[in-house]
């Protein structure tokens, strides 16, 4: 049982790049989240999904797209990376009862855009 | 949205010593309150939450206190060890979560 994971652990982007950030979690979780943590600020809620093929804005959506295509895999894009988008970035899933309920996070991805 | 402040953003206690995190939220309609550690170079993880209809938690040396009319809560970790030493963040839940901006614990040996 992985739990969650995230592929890359790191990467440096160019400003005007682009890439996509994969989380996988293997316990049947309805709910899954991408956060980006910057220094002082905490974990910021960027897009969440509430299940397969349904997403949602969080607090920081600009700049990112997200898709749920399959139920364990949830996908954060930067279309055109920024260097305001250096940040380590979580994936967290939860149960079916949604966001009143333990969240499981991932390892984390240290995105650094030039 | 919910606004979540937290205090201190370090923190150094003597190992063996107490240490309180405070934090306080906006919303109302908040009704869930965890507390994540987080370790460097890891994610977050659950130590403990408490609800809306449950004034005080404990969980061995942890412990969470809720106060709905003033709108706070606080983390209390007791007999503190340098395992402890981390950054804890809170957060109050309702449709979503929002985070404290943490707090950098180090517990001194």
């Known amino acids: 049982n992985a739990g969650v994971t995230q592929t890359p652990k790191f990467r440096v982007l160019k400003t005007g790049q682009s890439m996509t950030l994969l989380c996988a979690q293997d316990m049947n979780h309805e709910y899954m989240y991408w956060y980006r943590q910057d220094p002082g600020m905490g974990l910021r809620l960027i897009h969440y999904?509430?299940?397969?093929?349904?997403?949602a804005k969080g607090e920081v959506p600009d700049g990112y797209n997200v898709s749920r295509l399959k139920k364990q895999n949830f996908l954060l894009g930067l279309e055109s990376a920024a260097p305001s988008q250096t940040s380590v970035y979580f994936c967290?899933?939860?149960?079916?009862?949604?966001?009143?309920?333990?969240?499981?996070f991932g390892p984390g991805t240290r995105l650094t855009v030039l | 949205g919910e606004n979540v402040e937290q205090h201190p953003s370090t923190l150094s206690v003597q190992e063996g010593d107490s240490a309180v995190i405070k934090c306080t939220y906006s919303?109302?309609?908040?009704?869930?309150f965890p507390w994540y550690k987080q370790e460097l170079g890891k994610g977050p993880q659950l130590i403990i939450d408490i609800r809306s209809n449950v004034g005080e938690k404990k969980d061995q040396r942890i412990a969470v206190t809720l106060n709905k009319t003033a709108k706070h809560f606080s983390l209390h970790i007791t007999e503190t060890q340098p395992e402890d030493s981390a950054v804890y963040f809170c957060a109050a839940s309702g449709n979503q979560f929002y985070f404290g901006t943490g707090t950098s614990l180090t517990v001194i040996p």
């Open positions: 999904s509430v299940g397969e093929g349904t997403t």
């Open positions: 967290a899933s939860s149960y079916p009862g949604g966001p009143r309920n333990e969240q499981f």
């Open positions: 919303d109302s309609a908040s009704n869930y």
